[in-house]
């Protein structure tokens, strides 16, 4: 009965691949966020969706894009993937502009 | 853009203690504040959340303020455990945006 789960937990890659992380929540929330969080355990803002619409962009590059199915789905997927890429990355959801529910977290190392 | 820092950015403990862990953020225009523990290797756990028109939640042990004036939160742990032993992040949602802009943490140590 997970609320926000995520899959792969773990992804090892070589560089120059492209690789997808999935995340589904089962808790009914409107909004879904993909959070990075680097080797300085700092989290950051990547992309929100709203009801499957897209509301966040942050800085980040082309070569990473989401997409939204449905509400209760967001994954990423990463193009030719860099040493700079590896790091957990974590799904989160909400209802609302309200309190955030997180994944476990998707740890990629680019080797 | 909001900027959140949090201090200490360590704190080591004995048991039993109360402690009070420091957050602070740039614009005072804030929708709501979330207080979160993230365990090794873990993801987060939501502990409590603040509305903008709120001063302070409790939940069991915890107690978190809000003094948006002064563009400050303080998280208040009393009568500290081993088990609270963890990384706890402060996060604003500004009234500008959807997102969490969260702080680096405070790396608590609770010793026995």
């Known amino acids: 009965d997970t609320a926000v789960s995520q899959t792969p937990k773990y992804l090892v890659t070589q560089m120059g691949n492209d690789k997808s992380i999935k995340c589904e929540q089962n808790?009914?929330?409107?909004?879904m966020y993909w959070y990075k969080q680097d080797s300085k355990k700092f989290l950051k803002i990547m992309f929100s969706?709203?009801?499957?619409?897209?509301?966040i962009n942050e800085t980040v590059p082309n070569r990473f894009s989401p997409k939204s199915p449905d509400k209760a789905h967001l994954n990423l997927h990463i193009n030719s993937l860099e040493l700079g890429d590896s790091a957990v990355y974590f799904c989160?959801?909400?209802?609302?502009?309200?309190?955030?529910?997180f994944g476990e977290g998707s740890r990629l190392t680019v080797l | 853009k909001q900027e959140v820092t949090q201090i200490p950015a360590a704190l080591s403990v004995p048991e039993g203690e109360n402690l009070v862990l420091n957050c602070s953020f740039t614009d005072s225009a804030i929708y709501n504040l979330q207080w979160f523990r993230q365990d090794p290797g873990k993801g987060l756990t939501s502990l409590l959340l603040?509305?903008?028109?709120?001063r302070e939640q409790t939940s069991g042990r915890l107690n978190a303020s809000l003094d948006k004036s002064s563009g400050r939160s303080t998280l208040y742990i009393a009568a500290s455990q081993p088990g609270d032993s963890a990384t706890y992040l402060c996060a604003v949602n500004s009234n500008s945006g959807y997102a969490l802009n969260f702080g680096k943490g405070t790396s608590l140590l609770v010793t026995p």
């Open positions: 603040i509305q903008s028109s709120q």
């Open positions: 989160a959801s909400s209802p609302s502009r309200r309190e955030l529910f």
């Open positions: 808790l009914g929330h409107d909004t």
């Open positions: 969706y709203n009801n499957k619409e897209l509301i």
